[in-house]
T-cell receptor
Framework: AQKITQTQPGMFVQEKEAVTLDCTYDTSDPSYGLFWYKQPSSGEMIFLIYQGSYDQQNATEGRYSLNFQKARKSANLVISASQLGDSAMYFCAMRPISGNNRKLIWGLGTSLGVNP | DAGVIQSPRHEVTEMGQEVTLRCKPISGHDYLFWYRQTMMRGLELLIYFNNNVPIDDSGMPEDRFSAKMPNASFSTLKIQPSEPRDSAVYFC????????????FGPGTRLTVL
């Protein structure tokens, strides 16, 4: 069965420091995509970054990067130089790439607080 | 460009009443998703459509819930009759067929059933 596990329900980081949010996954699909979303207190879900299972390089988007370790089935989100506006819930999600299934499997999220 | 539009943003109703949530996806998107988010259960996919056709409704809780997509620019999620346990934030999202297929979310509808 497909599953996403985010083991850190909540964490804090000091402003301007880097932080890693953990995500491990379980799937039997040979190819899949991994997504990270941010949900600030205002409630909207914001897409941050995507990693394909066959991508040779780790994905990066500005201050966001994805530490993808396929053998360990982990796809950790790294936020560099944290800002106060990074305080939010962060969700990891996955779906198979092959076939027509567009259903995302979601983790329960990690709450990140950034201290000034 | 306008994002995903949902209405109403907040809905307070009494148990037993019918509730209709509305969604306008991003123009040109091929997929539309309805989610429910609660503290206890997290984010749950209720149903999704491809080109207006329901593909997977396995997440619809029970017969009280129904969803339609009469055209490419409009979808509804209806709860009849509503119950207090339906209180949640309901999100609509849409995505393209091509590319990453990342889902773009609407602002959500916060439903409270008294």
């Amino acid at each position: 069965a497909q599953k996403i596990t985010q083991t850190q329900p909540g964490m804090f980081v000091q402003e301007k420091e880097a932080v890693t949010l953990d995500c491990t996954y379980d799937t039997s699909d040979p190819s899949y995509g991994l997504f990270w979303y941010k949900q600030p207190s205002s409630g909207e879900m914001i897409f941050l970054i995507y990693q394909g299972s066959y991508d040779q390089q780790n994905a990066t988007e500005g201050r966001y990067s994805l530490n993808f370790q396929k053998a360990r089935k982990s796809a950790n989100l790294v936020i560099s130089a944290s800002q106060l506006g990074d305080s939010a819930m962060y969700f990891c999600a996955m779906r198979p790439i092959s076939g027509n299934n567009r259903k995302l499997i979601w983790g329960l999220g990690t709450s990140l607080g950034v201290n000034p | 460009d306008a994002g995903v539009i949902q209405s109403p943003r907040h809905e307070v109703t009494e148990m037993g009443q019918e509730v209709t949530l509305r969604c306008k996806p991003i123009s040109g998107h091929d997929y539309l998703f309805w989610y429910r988010q609660t503290m206890m259960r997290g984010l749950e996919l209720l149903i999704y459509f491809n080109n207006n056709v329901p593909i997977d409704d396995s997440g619809m809780p029970e017969d009280r819930f129904s969803a339609k997509m009469p055209n490419a620019s409009f979808s509804t999620l209806k709860i009849q009759p509503s119950e207090p346990r339906d209180s949640a934030v309901y999100f609509c999202a849409s995505s393209l067929l091509a590319g990453y297929n990342e889902q773009f979310f609407g602002p959500g509808t916060r439903l409270t059933v008294l």
